[in-house]
């Protein structure tokens, strides 16, 4: 059964009443993060033993390593990669001019090689024109002229002398000794000759100063 108007009891008394602001827009978008919703919730602190300062890392416009948010990201890609083109350019430019640089080096080295050597063979002439070492080139290996057939003066031509009077003495001998064995007849078994001795020379002596 309804109750009348009149007898309806007296709402409570209304006590502390808490109103709860609106949030703006970057209010909620950052609830959706957690970084920023510590950092909502720390700024929003009602305790009294901390400090909040407001973007205390970001550095203030008065501060030395202070920068724009424009500044901070790279934003003309295309400048970035004729930077990347230019620079790969100019590498590329760098290493010819060092091959160039080195075989010049090179080149130059050669010819001051050449003209060194050009140098001590003018240096080696002169001194064979002064010293007359063109003629001793044709100096015989042996102490013996072969023009007019006659030994050096001198101990070499002395020693060349005994060898060959020593060789003849021993060919000579040497075919006597063929000779007495090969026969003992003295004559020519065919014709009746008489066959001539082999001449044995006198043994060559040598001399005490060779």
Request: glycine share 4%; no cysteine; charged share 35%.
């Amino acid at each position: 059964m309804p109750v009348p108007f009149d007898q309806r009891p007296e709402p409570p008394p209304l006590g502390q009443v808490v109103n709860v602001a609106p949030q703006t827009r970057d209010q909620r978008k950052a609830a959706l993060f957690r970084e920023d919703l510590e950092k909502m919730r720390l700024k929003e602190r009602r305790e009294k033993y901390y400090s909040y300062q407001e973007g205390g890392v970001t550095p203030t416009a008065e501060s030395l390593s202070y920068i724009p948010e424009e500044q901070r990201f790279v934003t003309d890609a295309a400048s970035v990669n004729k930077g990347e083109r230019d620079a790969a350019v100019q590498k590329r430019e760098q290493m010819f001019y060092d091959r160039r640089v080195i075989k010049a080096q090179n080149e130059e080295e050669r010819w001051r090689t050449i003209e060194v050597k050009h140098q001590m063979e003018e240096r080696r002439m002169k001194e064979q024109r002064d010293n007359f070492s063109f003629a001793r080139s044709n100096k015989t290996s042996m102490p013996y002229n072969p023009i007019n057939l006659r030994y050096d003066n001198g101990q070499d031509g002395d020693r060349l002398r005994f060898s060959d009077d020593n060789l003849r003495y021993r060919g000579a001998l040497r075919a006597e000794h063929l000779q007495r064995r090969g026969t003992s007849t003295g004559y020519n078994v065919l014709t009746g000759e008489e066959i001539p001795r082999v001449h044995v020379p006198t043994r060559p002596q040598m001399e005490q100063q060779m």
